[in-house]
């Protein structure tokens, strides 16, 4: 894990950290390319240690992390921007976590039914019913966290 280089700033509370989690609307993942990191905005689930997110079964995330299944991710809760009449001294509050994991991509029927399930409760959704079909031509990203760190500036 990398050192925080602004102490006043890091989060050690894992209860104030698992609030930013599960309070926050988008999981920012950053994925290995050839030449520049490619970035992409998710919706997800957290249960266990694990980010949960959901997928089509191709296209150049999958591809990707079919290459290289190293990941960093970032998430945020509610940011805003403090202004001040000096420029220099303009700020942002916010509270974030940043982390490190290894992506395992989920195939089987009854597997991704439960990923699906972590992701609805994220945003609230307890009674589920998915098609068939939609299932079968999904997949879900199970991402295991290795390592994160959260901070925040008020």
């Given at each position: 894990?990398?050192?925080?280089?602004r102490?006043?700033?890091?989060?050690?509370?894992?209860?104030?950290?698992?609030?930013?989690?599960?309070?926050?609307?988008?999981?920012?993942?950053?994925?290995?390319?050839?030449?520049?990191?490619?970035?992409?905005?998710?919706?997800?689930?957290?249960?266990?240690?694990?980010l949960?997110?959901?997928?089509?079964?191709?296209?150049?995330?999958?591809?990707?992390?079919?290459?290289?299944?190293?990941?960093?991710?970032?998430?945020?809760?509610?940011?805003?921007?403090?202004?001040?009449?000096?420029?220099?001294?303009?700020?942002?509050?916010?509270?974030?976590?940043?982390?490190?994991?290894?992506?395992?991509?989920?195939?089987?029927?009854?597997?991704?039914?439960?990923?699906?399930?972590?992701?609805?409760?994220?945003?609230?959704?307890?009674?589920?019913?998915?098609?068939?079909?939609?299932?079968?031509?999904?997949?879900?990203?199970?991402?295991?966290?290795?390592?994160?760190?959260?901070?925040?500036?008020?």
């Amino acid at each position: 894990m990398q050192v925080m280089r602004r102490k006043d700033k890091e989060i050690r509370n894992e209860t104030t950290i698992m609030e930013i989690v599960s309070n926050s609307l988008i999981c920012r993942l950053g994925i290995f390319d050839d030449e520049y990191p490619y970035i992409v905005p998710l919706n997800y689930g957290y249960y266990n240690n694990a980010l949960y997110f959901h997928c089509a079964s191709e296209g150049k995330k999958i591809e990707l992390l079919r290459k290289n299944n190293k990941v960093c991710f970032e998430i945020e809760q509610s940011s805003e921007i403090i202004k001040d009449p000096v420029s220099c001294n303009w700020t942002m509050k916010y509270c974030s976590v940043i982390g490190y994991g290894i992506i395992e991509i989920v195939s089987d029927h009854e597997s991704k039914k439960q990923g699906l399930d972590i992701i609805m409760r994220h945003y609230g959704k307890n009674d589920n019913a998915y098609k068939q079909k939609v299932i079968e031509e999904m997949l879900i990203l199970k991402l295991n966290i290795i390592s994160l760190q959260a901070k925040k500036s008020v």
